[in-house]
């Protein structure tokens, strides 16, 4: 199976934006790109699919509202940027996919929820009502008051709990990477892009790790975690770099590449 095929065979999609994806170089967040994201999401669902975002950004947003990032190490202000932005990035995504014809709706989750099984069920129900009412489900972790009992940590596990949560066909994960690659291509000219992976565990043995981006929680590692989790379901991942305009469009299409994890491996 190929990234197109996986897409074209998937009715039922959840895509994760990474907060690199979001913020411009300066830390606030790019606006351009949400609209234009919101564009292809639109054309997907005309298509026939049913989409949930899983959008990271809450933080970045929050810079964004203040003009400043101050306090870096400071938790309960890193949580008071996310209830600030919060607010502003649901506004934003709201406003990119109303242009478009589609509604939003906010859905904020925590490890716990995902645990209990009277929660998970309410979160599923509402889940596939929001998208059954053609409303784009819009989800995040629950920043603000998520201490570290109750912490997923990164929206790239978080996607995957959700596409199980949902039974979804496919998980499409976009960050500031083109894939996994077999080392670091910022310092190994000879590193090369895995573009299909059959084993995880065997991946984990031929690969080097790279670290945590700027402005996400999440690095190489999380990803892998996500896939695990999301193809032990029978749920193949796709792993891309968001960056561009019509980043969405390109992979269905053949232009982007990235790494396909196949599911049940």
């Known amino acids: 199976m190929t990234i197109v ?3 074209a065979a998937a009715r039922k999609i959840v895509i994760k934006i990474g907060s690199s994806t979001l ?6 967040i790019n606006r351009a790109f949400m609209l234009d994201f919101a564009s ?5 669902s005309r298509a026939g699919r049913q989409l949930a975002l899983v959008s990271s950004g809450a933080q970045v947003a929050g810079i964004s509202t203040l003009h400043r990032w101050a306090r870096k190490t400071d938790m309960n202000y890193r949580q008071a940027l996310c209830a600030i932005g919060q607010v502003e990035l649901m506004n934003e995504w709201s406003g990119a996919f109303r242009l478009c ?3 939003t709706g906010q859905l904020l989750f925590t490890k716990e929820d995902f645990e209990d ?3 998970a069920l309410n979160m599923r ?14 989800i995040n972790e629950n920043d603000s008051v998520a201490c570290d009992e109750i912490r997923i940590g990164d929206n790239d596990n978080l996607s995957a709990l959700t596409a199980i949560l949902w039974n979804a066909d496919l998980l499409i994960l976009f960050s500031d990477i083109d894939g996994i690659y077999t080392n670091n291509p910022k310092t190994d000219p000879a590193a090369r892009l895995i573009e299909t ?3 995880i565990a065997e991946l984990r043995e031929g690969i080097t790790m790279g670290g945590v981006n700027g402005f996400g929680a999440g690095g190489v590692e999380t990803k892998i975690e996500a896939a695990e989790k999301t193809c032990a379901y029978g ?7 968001g960056a561009n305009l019509a980043a969405l469009d390109s992979l269905a299409s053949g232009r982007l590449r990235g790494t396909l994890f196949l599911a049940g491996k």
């Open 5 to 7: 095929e996986a897409i």
């Open 40 to 44: 292809q999401c639109a054309a997907m």
């Open 125 to 138: 129900n509402t889940l596939f009502t929001l998208i059954d009412e053609g409303v784009i489900p819009v």
């Open 117 to 119: 099984g009277k929660r």
């Open 101 to 103: 014809g589609l509604h």
């Open 197 to 199: 992976v059959e084993s």
């Open 235 to 241: 749920i193949p991942v796709i792993l891309a770099n």
């Open 23 to 28: 913020a411009k170089p300066d830390g606030t």
